[in-house]
């Protein structure tokens, strides 16, 4: 049985790798990155090696050193860290489970094999169940994705009778729009022993509503503080102001939206408010162009996500 730690929840940072000019891993900026998490943004979990993380980008020896130094600099400062141990081969994935359980992680995430795809649900359980085996200490969770994996096995047929199939099954990060399925993941979890942690942070609100326990997500790195506000606005059933708190983020994911964001420009977007330099996304992802990051950095400044603006009293779209 995975072990009986707290359950995750609240704001997962989904975090950058930060790389060199050159492409190497930028080791050296990560036990700043957590100090950064923690201390500015209140953020206290993470996501490592995900989709945000360039994980499927990184050698299997790369993504092994970049669990440890998050494991390391993280001890005894963040609460907890999860480690994506997805891979196209089942015998990688089952590398790096075993090896996040060796390093201390609390958790494992795996998304389902993309390239020669599981075709029913039963063949991708198998697959995750054979993955978690190798971590049978750890808390396993399902990492939904399907926009960028292309499968599209509802999340709610996966969950039903899972954790018979999957005795660590812990919860799932669901990284899609459909709250029909999301919804009817929740509900089908009576007893409310699994963690629904959301990935789509411009409507993560609306998942509250549906019973979600928490979010995994790129923009906690850096409006972590907003989004804090906004679960906290929440709990005290505040609703106009967690609705004030969620248009206030979407104002800013929108602005980029338009402008074409994906990794590279959270890396961008990172650099920029935090001062820990990111650097470049690795081949095949282009760096952000000059332009976006200066009409990011303007967006950041009107509506006063940067700190130290002094635009709040001159700026109408600055959220209170
Ligand atoms: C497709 C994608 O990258 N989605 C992000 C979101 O945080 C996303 O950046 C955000 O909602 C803005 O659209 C996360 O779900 C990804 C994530 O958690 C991860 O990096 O593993």
Redesign the pocket.
């Known amino acids: 049985m995975a072990s009986s730690k707290k359950k995750l929840e609240g704001l997962v940072a ?1 975090t950058i790798t930060p790389m060199t000019e050159n492409g190497e891993i930028n080791f050296s900026v990560i036990g700043q990155y957590v100090d950064y998490l923690v201390e500015e943004q209140g953020v206290k979990s993470i ?1 490592v090696n ?4 360039e994980g499927l980008s990184l050698s299997i020896s790369e993504r092994r050193q970049v669990a440890e130094e998050w494991v390391t600099k993280g001890r005894n400062k963040l609460d907890q860290v999860v480690i ?1 141990v997805g891979a196209l081969s089942l015998k990688e994935s089952q590398e790096l489970a075993k090896h996040a359980a060796e390093i201390g992680a609390d958790g494992i995430a795996v998304i389902a094999p993309f390239f020669l795809k599981p075709w029913n649900k039963d063949v991708l359980i198998n697959f995750l169940k054979e993955v978690a085996a190798a971590a049978p200490a750890l808390p396993f969770y399902y990492y939904h ?1 399907p ?2 994996t292309g499968i599209k096995i509802r999340a709610e047929e996966l969950l039903d009778g899972i954790q018979d199939k999957i005795p660590t099954f812990q919860g799932l990060k669901f ?1 899609d729009t459909d709250l029909l399925d999301f919804g009817q993941c929740v509900d089908q979890n009576q007893q409310r022993q699994f963690a629904f942690l959301f ?4 409507q993560l609100l609306s998942a509250l509503v549906m019973g979600a326990t928490g979010a ?4 906690y790195n850096y409006l972590g503080k907003k989004a804090n506000q906004m679960l906290e606005a929440f709990e005290q059933k505040d609703f106009s102001s967690a609705l004030n708190y969620q248009f206030c983020i979407q104002r800013f ?1 929108n602005f980029v ?1 338009k402008l074409g ?1 994906g990794v590279s420009q ?1 890396k961008a977007i990172m650099t920029l408010v935090s001062g820990i330099p990111m650097g470049p996304p690795r081949l095949p992802l282009q760096k952000a162009s000059r332009e976006f990051t200066d009409n990011a950095e303007a967006k950041l400044k009107s509506l006063d996500f940067l700190p130290f603006t002094g635009l709040k009293d001159r700026n109408l779209e600055a959220c209170s």
Request: charged share 10%.
């Open positions: 989904a996501f995900g989709t945000t993380g994506h994705i926009a960028l990284s990935g789509v942070d411009e995994v997500g790129s923009t994911i939206v964001f959270t």
